[in-house]
């Protein structure tokens, strides 16, 4: 009898008869099936699982338990919560809409902010405000279920759903809503969610700041048993039939009880706990060559490609749709495409400008030219690598921007320090990092101008200097 030998870098397999695998060598090929297919799951879903989790999150850190109850941050973020890569400067609000239970859903918004819906797997659904179809005006919207067939009333800017939750959020200048009390009363009189059979509801307004909550999904096999769940509650037509196909493959489908035994329960924990380093490496080294927003420095975009969903040329990028919804959430046009005076722009930047990992124990400076080209506000915020959160550094918050007023150069330019102490005379631009700790941050412009389009104006690398 013939053997054939296969040697991989996954194992050692044996084929009989020319070309039967032996029952030891079929069973170590189904293991590795199984566990390619749960780390590409994982890898895939992360948009949907982020989503579960943001809404989750919200339910059970902020008391989000109705449309109506809308979650805002009177006081400004701070790095309490856990909420991918949140920033300290805009008054958010959110809530979370399920036109399951609802069905068609009125959102009211008020004038002047930028915000977005998102259905359940993260994609884009329509824009609010200074960007969407109000122009900043405020205006009423409704939500539609996806399988809605009934009348759509006139009065309303519409906007159908993949799937039936929805997570909505926007944010509007402190210098517009005010703070604390001032903030809650200007949203409570401003906005408001509702199920549109119900008729107008007064929005119970929740103040997020300082409260302890964890939107981020885990990294063990609960990611699986949420992700069933997601499964389960939306519709098929929502997903792709390749992506319910990997899903089955793994024992998640609709209808049926997801109930793994202890060889596929280790399979899928021991994927999740891979996919979670998978996607740290596509985030933080990522090989993408249209990552790079300036051929001669260190800066990246968060959207690879520019586009909201990912493609070129009819593709899917599937890494930079993991990099984005790994380290980000709320996806928008808004984000990316040239809108001169409005939307927002972001770069990135998880290491130096000798290409090292930015590291908590050294001190970093970083020179921001003159004439930043904004119509809004920028600022400069630091993030933890493990949970793309704000860095919990002590301090009120771990950023510096245009409200606080920091000190500028003879020329107009601004000097930003990181370090674990603020250098002699720099604590009014310092931002502290943690000894052992990595970092990464985001610069955001707000009423980008052409000269960051134009590329006239860019930042300089973070250098260390100590």
Same mark, same amino acid.
């Given at each position: ?42 890898l895939d879903f992360i948009p949907a ?52 239970k609802d069905g068609p859903t009125v ?73 604390? *009390? ?6 409570g009189d401003h906005c408001a969610v ?47 039939? *390749? ?46 060559? *249209? ?176």
């Amino acid at each position: 009898m013939t053997t054939e030998k296969l040697t991989t870098p996954i194992g050692d397999f044996e084929f009989v008869l020319d070309g039967y695998p032996t029952k030891e060598t079929a069973q170590k090929l189904f293991d590795a099936l199984d566990f390619q297919r749960a780390c590409q799951a994982y890898l895939d879903f992360i948009p949907a699982m982020s989503m579960y989790s943001l809404l989750e999150g919200g339910e059970k850190g902020w008391g989000c338990k109705e449309c109506s109850d809308l979650v805002v941050a009177a006081d400004l973020l701070d790095a309490t919560p856990l909420v991918l890569t949140g920033n300290t400067e805009s008054v958010y609000f959110a809530g979370n809409v399920d036109l399951k239970k609802d069905g068609p859903t009125v959102v009211e918004i008020p004038p002047q902010v930028l915000g977005m819906a998102n259905d359940a797997y993260f994609r884009y659904i329509i824009d609010f405000g200074l960007v969407g179809p109000d122009k900043g005006q405020g205006g009423k919207y409704l939500l539609l279920p996806p399988d809605y067939e009934g009348e759509v009333p006139e009065g309303y800017f519409v906007a159908r759903s993949l799937t039936y939750k929805v997570w909505i959020m926007a944010r509007v200048g402190q210098q517009i809503s005010g703070m604390g *009390e001032q903030a809650i009363k200007w949203y409570g009189d401003h906005c408001a969610v509702y199920p549109l059979k119900d008729g107008f509801r007064k929005p119970n307004i929740i103040n997020v700041s300082g409260l302890v909550a964890d939107t981020t999904h885990p990294n063990d096999f609960q990611y699986f048993v949420n992700l069933d769940k997601m499964i389960q509650y939306e519709p098929t037509e929502a997903f792709s039939t *390749e992506h319910l196909g990997l899903l089955r493959a793994l024992g998640i489908e609709k209808g049926q009880q997801f109930n793994p035994d202890e060889r596929m329960r280790e399979i899928l924990d021991t994927a999740a706990k891979t996919g979670f380093g998978m996607a740290r490496a596509i985030a933080y080294q990522s090989r993408e060559p *249209e990552a790079k927003v300036y051929p001669d420095r260190n800066w990246e975009y968060i959207f690879v490609g520019g586009s909201h969903e990912f493609l070129k040329n009819g593709v899917r990028n599937l890494d930079a749709r993991t990099l984005f919804h790994f380290t980000a959430i709320a996806v928008t046009p808004a984000m990316i495409n040239k809108i001169v005076g409005a939307g927002s722009q972001y770069l990135g930047a998880y290491v130096d400008a000798d290409g090292d990992y930015l590291d908590g124990s050294q001190t970093y400076k970083l020179h921001l030219p003159p004439n930043i080209p904004i119509n809004s506000f920028w600022s400069v915020t630091l993030y933890d690598p493990k949970t793309r959160s704000l860095l919990q550094n002590g301090m009120p918050k771990p950023s510096i921007n245009s409200f606080d007023g920091p000190e500028q150069n003879d020329d107009g330019s601004y000097d930003v320090f990181f370090g674990p102490e603020a250098p002699a005379g720099k604590e009014k631009h310092w931002v502290k990092t943690v000894p052992g700790k990595g970092w990464f941050t985001y610069i955001r412009l707000y009423g980008p101008l052409e000269p960051f389009f134009d590329q006239t104006w860019k930042p300089d690398d973070i250098v260390k200097i100590g």
